[in-house]
């Protein structure tokens, strides 16, 4: 069963990118058809779908944060990636990576704070 | 921008049933998905594709569609059925993903 880890610093200043990576276990991120996916949720409140990725390398943003957003995939680690730039406190989230529908990851809090 | 429309609560006792309502234009045309989300944890998924259930997901839960409306049926709700629950789908194009805004089932 595949298993996903969110990793990366949990406090990222203003003004600057924040930087997540999704260790993915128990399958290879290239093979198959699946859609990988970031995904947030400020305390508190409703998750929110940031974006995602296709196998084929394809990806999907969010139209609200897509001037900010890029996703990547690194077959050789088994990992994708979140880059957000310009960061405000707005930001700070439990940020969620998922395959599809029915795997996700645990979650890791971002704090965006000076 | 397109939004998936929820309750923001609904409250039943237990051994009653619980429907949560979720609304869009484009649900005729895309499948809508729900997830249990309990404090602390990340979301389960508890149905797919309208109304498939996951292996693992009690038969109490349930999902149908109804033209812009799909729906969660929880059946005989236990106390450990209280969580948040959100509907998810995509625009009409399917290119992007929405998630509705969540209603909490109270079990009273």
């Known amino acids: 069963q595949v298993q996903l880890q969110e990793s990366g610093p949990g406090l990222v200043k203003p003004s600057q990118t924040l930087s997540l990576t999704c260790t993915v276990s128990?399958?290879?991120?290239?093979?198959?058809?699946?859609?990988w996916s970031w995904i947030r949720q400020p305390a508190g409140k409703g998750l929110e779908w940031i974006g995602r990725?296709?196998?084929?390398?394809?990806?999907n943003y969010n139209p609200s944060l897509k001037s900010r957003v890029t996703i990547s995939v690194d077959t050789s680690k088994n990992q994708f990636s979140l880059k957000l730039s310009s960061v405000t406190a707005a930001d700070t989230a439990v940020y969620y990576c998922?395959?599809?529908?029915?795997?996700w990851g645990q979650g890791t809090l971002v704090t965006v704070s000076s | 921008s397109y939004e998936l429309t929820q309750p923001p609560s609904v409250s039943v006792s237990p051994g009653q049933t619980a429907r949560i309502t979720c609304s869009a234009d484009?649900?005729?045309?895309?499948?809508a998905y729900w997830y249990q989300q309990k404090p602390g944890q990340a979301p389960v998924l508890v149905i797919y594709?309208?109304?498939e259930r996951p292996s693992g997901i009690p038969e109490r839960f349930s999902g149908s569609s109804s033209g812009t409306t799909v729906t969660l049926t929880i059946s005989g709700v236990q106390a450990e059925d209280e969580a948040d629950y959100y509907c998810?789908?995509?625009?009409?194009?399917?290119?992007?993903?929405?998630f509705g805004g969540g209603t909490k089932l109270t079990v009273l």
């Open positions: 998810q789908s995509a625009d009409s194009s399917g290119t992007h993903v929405v």
């Open positions: 484009a649900l005729p045309k895309q499948y």
């Open positions: 990725i296709y196998t084929s390398g394809s990806t």
């Open positions: 594709k309208d109304s």
């Open positions: 128990g399958g290879s991120i290239s093979s198959g058809s699946y859609y």
């Open positions: 998922a395959r599809d529908q029915a795997s």
